[in-house]
């Protein structure tokens, strides 16, 4: 079994997905693009940010934690895709440190030393990356254009007060990650941060970089704990992973909001064109009061229709873990018509994105001492960091019961290995 948390057991795949060099670059481009979209070319198609935070609803105390891009910034993102029968669809983009599947070398490894797997992936060149490894260099590059930082700089990974004891062992894992590439690792929530001329301090101890396991969820109960690391970052005396303002961006209104971008022809003509065939239609419930982010037209009337429920997906712009949402076709009327009323006079941001069927795919299972083949739901996730893919994972559901590819539905892990 496969273990992020404490509390948790995953069970792994009998073998990891393979995807050729065709479907590889495909979603590799994709999902750096997407990136890229979302962070460093946002001013391609939002002129003015201030707009933009008012039509995602984002409230006064989480505003000065955004208005920063920081330089010293360490970005890590994953994009979730579902395979359809129209192709590749991206359901998600999270950016941030605290994204899950960081950490799948453990499968790879097992997987490349495994008698009947390890040959098969040699003899047709198919490899896996590290996104934790390729992460923790990235995050070692930016200590060094610090130069502040010791010849063994002190990271700290840092969460809310409230997330223990869960998480103690996606912690450890990360600690044991970044110290075999040269780290000094602390473990500590917020309140045992403070912040001195500038700099930030766990305890005595000078940090140089936080790999910040805390998300804009945790942040809406106490942004005040948030200041050291944010000043310090905002400073430039330490290195973060990843910052406020790109998590922010990662926000499933996001889509919606460059969606949008691509149909009033802002974006180049490949990019627009790769943005249509991927992201499903995304609509803000609300009507947001700028023409620029109403796109073609808002989805709000269209899911009053009967019928709707099994063609739309209602979520809240910024959630986690599949809280809250409404799968349309996993629920009956009457739930999903409650779900959109309450979302519409939500003071919070809430989108609504066309339900992906998912077109299963064959993949091996072992019952007792049988190899079968089941038809599977697949969720292959492609991490990008200082954008560029550095690898991925996957998870995948048995039959094609509508539902989240997600644990509480009977998922299974793995990795996922690429055709050079």
Avoid at 134 to 155: F, I, K, M, Q
Avoid at 244 to 256: I, N, P, S, T, W
């Amino acid at each position: 079994m496969l273990s992020t948390r404490d509390d948790v057991r995953l069970p792994p795949m009998a073998a990891p997905l393979l995807l050729d060099r065709e479907q590889s670059a495909y979603l590799r481009h994709a999902s750096e693009r997407l990136v890229a979209l979302l962070t460093t070319e946002l001013g391609r198609y939002v002129p003015h940010e201030p707009d933009l935070l008012d039509a995602l609803r984002i409230g006064a105390e989480l505003r000065p934690f955004l208005r920063d891009a920081l330089s010293t910034n360490v970005t890590v993102a994953r994009c979730d895709f579902l395979w359809s029968a129209e192709g590749w669809k991206v359901v998600e983009v999270n950016i941030g440190g605290a994204v899950g599947g960081l950490d799948v070398l453990d499968y790879n490894e097992l997987a490349e030393a495994d008698p009947a797997i390890g040959p098969f992936l040699r003899e047709h060149g198919l490899s896996a990356g590290s996104p934790i490894a390729a992460l923790a260099d990235a995050a070692l590059a930016a200590c060094a254009r610090l130069g502040t930082a010791s010849s063994r700089p002190v990271l700290a990974i840092v969460d809310s007060p409230t997330y223990e004891p869960l998480f103690h062992l996606a912690h450890r894992t990360l600690a044991r990650h970044y110290a075999a590439r040269g780290f000094r690792v602390v473990i500590r929530h917020q309140r045992r941060l403070s912040l001195r001329d500038g700099h930030l301090y766990a305890d005595d101890t000078h940090v140089d970089l936080v790999h910040r396991q805390f998300i804009i969820e945790d942040m809406l109960e106490e942004p005040a704990a948030a200041v050291p690391v944010f000043e310090a970052a905002r400073a430039g005396n330490v290195a973060i992973v990843t910052g406020f303002r790109e998590e922010f961006l990662g926000g499933k209104g996001m889509l919606a909001i460059l969606r949008a971008a691509a149909e009033r022809g802002v974006l180049t003509a490949d990019d627009a064109r790769l943005m249509r065939a991927v992201v499903p239609e995304t609509y803000l419930l609300h009507r947001p009061a700028g023409r620029a982010f109403a796109g073609s037209g808002d989805g709000h009337d269209r899911l009053r229709h009967p019928g709707a429920a099994r063609e739309w997906v209602v979520k809240p712009s910024i959630g986690s873990s599949g809280g809250e949402v409404t799968l349309g076709p996993a629920v009956d009327d009457e739930t999903f018509q409650a779900a959109v009323a309450a979302a519409t006079v939500s003071n919070q941001a809430w989108v609504a994105q066309r339900y992906v069927p998912s077109d299963l795919v064959d993949l091996p299972f072992l019952q007792g001492q049988e190899l079968t083949f089941r038809g599977c739901q697949i969720h292959p996730s492609f991490f990008v960091t200082q954008g560029r893919t550095t690898g991925a994972w996957t998870r995948v559901v048995p039959g094609r019961k509508p539902g989240l590819i997600a644990m509480a539905n009977g998922a299974l892990y793995g990795g996922v290995f690429l055709e050079d």
